[in-house]
């Protein structure tokens, strides 16, 4: 069945303020955002309309309870001048897993890849061509009952606001092994793009950022002796140029897109992939010999961001110059080089939204 949306425009563009050479990621958002909400068990009433404040009850469930989840993708232009996305529907199916696991429901693919492309579309002009620049792109669901009991919400919305952006890390990040608190652990939410995941970071990180350091690598919830994923990325070490260790999707960290575009494309070019339990002290012994000749970290908002050093019980590892790495390099090349169109798409990954 076609899905009609309702198309309310601004009645005044904020795109002559927004200076497309000089974007802080996260600050600047586009005129239009997408709204669906979930009422009497069905999905009504999609609507674009001005991107602004919404209103919302103070009892709401995802306000206190964190029943809510979001999604990151990006919007690119080709030379030619079309809208691109870059694997949609990874976005999709990873989405209603976070729903499942957070007892919230699912949203149609259909629905979910009209509303998106509707509103792409319409803030094309708002996607940034600077090198490493994109219209970030940010899904999300939140319970909206309008009450205070735990239970799973019966009325929720979804909605996509676009923002434009740079990478979201300007240049090469200094991180710290984590070996107090815990991100996941069996049986929790790790997988899941659950607004709680990324709550529960921010006091680690803000501790890790008075030692000097960027960011954390979490560990294992039950030892601290294996590396999951840093705060923002999931993670890649690289040894001796050939071999690639990252960890393996246990259900404790985020399946990324950019995480398995990677792992493709080094495939391709002939990387030993290891995708495994990964142990802090390998990490270190490989980064202490030199054998780890380039590590980073993955996501859609990072692209590949990469690591400068990795801080461990007090000692900082330091990693070779970020300027001549050669695996990190060059999947930055190939993979923004898809992703706009610059470079041949072998796994069609790019959606042209002409
Ligand atoms: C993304 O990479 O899209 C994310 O959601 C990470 C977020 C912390 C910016």
């Known amino acids: 069945m ?20 000089n974007i802080e990621f996260g600050k600047i958002f586009s005129d239009h955002m997408f709204k669906v909400d979930f009422m009497d068990g069905k999905w009504q009433n999609p609507q674009i309309l001005p991107y602004g404040p919404i209103l919302m009850a103070p009892s709401i469930s995802a306000l206190h309870y964190g029943q809510a989840i979001f999604e990151g993708m990006k919007a690119f232009k080709n030379p030619q001048g079309d809208a691109l996305l870059f694997r949609p529907m ?19 693919e259909e629905l979910f890849m009209e509303g998106l492309s509707t509103l792409v579309s319409l803030e094309k002009d708002w996607i940034p061509t600077k090198e490493g620049s994109a219209l970030y792109l940010r899904p999300f669901m939140f319970a909206t009952d309008d009450f205070v009991g735990v239970r799973p919400s019966n ?18 990040i200094k991180v710290l092994v984590e070996e107090k608190f815990v991100r996941a652990s069996d049986g929790m ?7 709680g995941n990324y709550g529960i970071s ?11 350091y960027d960011q954390i690598i979490w560990t294992d919830g039950r030892t601290h002796e294996h590396v999951e994923e840093s705060g923002t990325t999931n993670l ?4 001796n140029d050939d071999t690639v260790w990252t960890p393996s999707l246990d259900g404790n960290i985020l399946r990324g897109v950019t995480r398995d575009s990677c792992i493709k494309l080094l495939k391709q070019r002939g990387l030993k992939i290891e995708e495994r339990r990964i142990s802090v002290s390998e990490v270190i012994e490989a980064a202490k010999s030199g054998a780890m ?7 859609t908002a990072a692209i590949i961001a990469k690591i400068a050093g990795i801080g461990y019980k007090g000692v900082d590892y330091m990693l070779p110059d970020s300027e001549n790495r050669v695996i990190s390099n060059w999947i930055y090349k190939t993979m923004y080089g898809i992703q706009t169109g610059n470079h ?6 790019v959606v042209n939204l002409k």
Do not use: H
């Open 293 to 299: 000749t380039d590590c980073f970290g993955t996501g």
């Open 90 to 108: 990874d976005n999709i199916v990873r989405l209603n897993e976070s729903a499942l696991r957070m007892g919230m429901p699912e949203i149609p």
């Open 202 to 212: 921010m006091l680690p990180t803000m501790e890790a950022k008075k030692k000097g």
């Open 155 to 172: 009325n929720y919305s979804f909605i996509i606001f676009c923002c434009p952006v740079n990478s979201y890390y300007p240049k090469p």
């Open 236 to 239: 890649f070490f690289i040894i």
């Open 2 to 21: 076609a899905i009609s949306i309702k198309i309310n425009k601004t009645q005044q563009s904020r795109i002559d303020q927004c200076d497309f050479e």
């Open 189 to 195: 939410a790790g997988f899941a793009k659950a607004a």
């Open 344 to 349: 041949q798409d072998d796994f069609n990954w």
